[in-house]
């Protein structure tokens, strides 16, 4: 028998369920509700290093880990197999709001793509070309820095005495 009692605490390790609802979500870590085999499980959602985004949603699939075999000390590891990101390459990495379907990717080319609207709470350099669909800075500068303008009493002025 104590080793069947055994095989039940080892099998209760990892279970698989489903987010019920989110406790808390003031600290530095969500507390959520889960439910595994007709089971409530209160843990703390755990996420890898760099990844943090709003709360799993009511529903979502948890991997829940039994911290030293006691359902009572319970990590749990959401995830959502249906939402996630498609058409990737080997390589990629994509993050966003798939409901806004708003996204940052890095390709396997190394790029890096950005659809929504990006506002930058600092500055903003760059060491190659600067483009916005139509025209680079670098012509607008040149187109700035070479022109002239007709003079009144005839001919034309010179380019503006400080170029940008």
Not at 4 to 11: A, G, I, P, S, V
Not at 17 to 23: A, N, R
Not at 35 to 46: H, W
């Amino acid at each position: 028998m104590m080793i069947m009692d055994l095989m039940c605490k080892l099998r209760n390790l990892i279970l698989r369920g489903k987010m019920t609802s989110l406790q808390q979500d003031g600290d530095a870590v969500y507390t959520i509700q889960s439910e595994s085999l007709n089971q409530n499980y209160l843990g703390e959602a755990y996420y890898p290093y760099g990844y943090a985004g709003s709360p799993p949603l009511s529903g979502a699939l948890v991997i829940n880990l039994a911290l030293s075999a006691q359902p009572e000390n319970v990590v749990s590891l959401p995830y959502n197999p249906t939402s996630r990101w498609k058409g990737l390459q080997p390589g990629e990495v994509q993050i966003g709001n798939q409901l806004l379907e708003t996204y940052i990717k890095f390709d396997a080319a190394g790029n890096i793509i950005i659809k929504g609207n990006v506002q930058v709470e600092g500055d903003v350099s760059a060491t190659g070309t600067i483009s916005d669909g139509v025209t680079s800075m670098t012509a607008m500068r040149n187109a700035y820095n070479n022109h002239t303008h007709s003079d009144p009493q005839g001919g034309d002025t010179g380019p503006p005495s400080i170029p940008m």
